[in-house]
């Protein structure tokens, strides 16, 4: 019988490995959105049956974000499919490899997927069949928001593997790697987080576009502060998760935290603590602007102003290189992240008692331009840490396991 013929294929001028992590960072910039706002829609829909449903807005904000699961969810899976594709065929040893490993939790991957697809789009199909029945139609919700927590739990596990790879025992899942729980933990709070910021740059966009005084105006507003309110508020949490899941990288997988944090690839978390940096000096200075409008009693507007001083040059210390002696990890990058995320805290408490004197629709276009910027940065932040992390493994798809010129071979039928 005549051998298989031997052959590889190369994606000219991107090459493999980028053409690859571009059709996966377009999948994951999309469904870490829906992911997010999966769990904001049941909960803001029960939000809005208080005092008898008077909440207006929130009922508003939970049918929208329903029409955007849908509208966003096959697109979303579309460039998942394209994404195995490109594995299945630039790396089929790669693909073989860990379908095996991971054969279970993909069959029970596969269930999930179908109950998130039906779930999704019975919660926004039903809206008005089930408008009597609100505890049911929110039920359905929380069915898609489960669904996509445990499907992103157990999808995680694929890559925090590549990056911290375990040899099972008998009966062990691979899920016993030492980054996956970090990494989830990490994922889940960056997917709420990465939601509520893109969803304050979005509003800002349609508040610029709407006529002064308008209904559209003002909800655009509100949600453009509850969108910074949840991401900013969250944001300020990823660094103390984030320092956990890099300490377990270093612990299991010391060469890849070398190459990540202070080898050839540093200058890469150069490029995340300025998107860092752009995130929250942005969003505290929407808090300093947008509470002007409401009553934050005296020496407050003055606090806000300061602080942006104090930010902007904790978030120059957070960008030295590494070279220079203010550019080490240890202590002044942690200055940094510590001294940003306390000052946004409290910008962030200064501006809630300010808020209840607050006038939805009337707001400065320089806050609204603040949120502009969030909603582009927190995209370049998430694009940056994803090549971060995938590049922390140099030339092997799975660490010290696999290198990238053993994963292109065919097997033999």
Do not use: C
């Not at 707001?363 to 582009?376: E, M, N, W």
């Not at 998430?382 to 493994?393: D, K, L, Q």
């Amino acid at each position: 019988m005549p051998e298989f013929p031997s052959f590889t294929l190369n994606i000219p001028v991107l090459g493999n490995t980028w053409a690859l992590g571009a059709a996966f960072q377009i999948h994951l910039v999309i469904v870490a959105f829906i992911m997010g706002i999966a769990i904001v829609a049941p909960v803001a829909e029960s939000l809005g049956q208080r005092d008898g449903g008077r909440h207006e807005e929130w009922e508003w904000l939970a049918r929208r974000l329903g029409s955007t699961i849908v509208r966003f969810f096959a697109f979303g899976a579309t460039w998942a499919v394209f994404s195995l594709v490109l594995v299945y065929g630039l790396y089929p040893r790669l693909f073989g490899v860990l379908t095996s490993i991971f054969f279970w939790p993909f069959i029970i991957v596969s269930g999930i997927w179908l109950v998130m697809t039906v779930s999704s789009y019975m919660y926004y199909e039903t809206w008005d069949r089930l408008a009597q029945h609100k505890g049911w139609h929110i039920a359905i919700g929380w069915v898609f928001a489960g669904s996509a927590f445990i499907f992103i739990s157990l999808i995680t596990g694929l890559s925090s593997y590549q990056l911290t790879p375990i040899t099972p025992a008998p009966g062990q899942l691979p899920y016993a790697n030492a980054s996956w729980p970090t990494e989830i933990i990490h994922r889940h709070i960056g997917n709420l987080s990465y939601a509520g910021l893109l969803l304050a740059g979005y509003s800002a966009l349609r508040v610029l576009s709407s006529p002064a005084d308008s209904v559209e105006r003002a909800r655009f507003d509100w949600l453009g502060h509850m969108g910074l309110l949840l991401g900013a508020g969250l944001a300020v949490l990823q660094p103390i998760v984030g320092w956990f899941y890099s300490r377990q990288i270093e612990l299991a997988s010391a060469d890849a935290y070398q190459r990540m944090m202070l080898g050839e690839n540093a200058w890469m978390f150069l490029v995340q603590m300025f998107f860092i940096g752009v995130v929250l000096f942005s969003g505290n200075y929407y808090l300093a602007t947008a509470m002007r409008r409401g009553n934050p009693g005296p020496g407050v507007l003055d606090w806000a102003r300061n602080s942006l001083w104090a930010i902007g040059v904790l978030a120059l210390l957070g960008i030295v290189p590494k070279e220079l002696p203010l550019g080490q990890m240890m202590p002044w990058k942690y200055i940094s992240l510590l001294g940003i995320g306390l000052l946004t805290i409290v910008n962030l408490t200064l501006y809630l008692r300010a808020e209840a004197d607050f006038a939805w629709g009337r707001v400065s276009r320089g806050s609204q331009a603040a949120l502009v910027v969030v909603g582009v940065a927190i995209v370049a932040l998430m694009v940056t840490m994803g090549v971060i992390r995938e590049s922390a493994r140099g030339s092997d798809l799975i660490y010290k396991r696999m290198p990238a010129s053993q994963s292109q071979e065919i097997p033999s039928p």
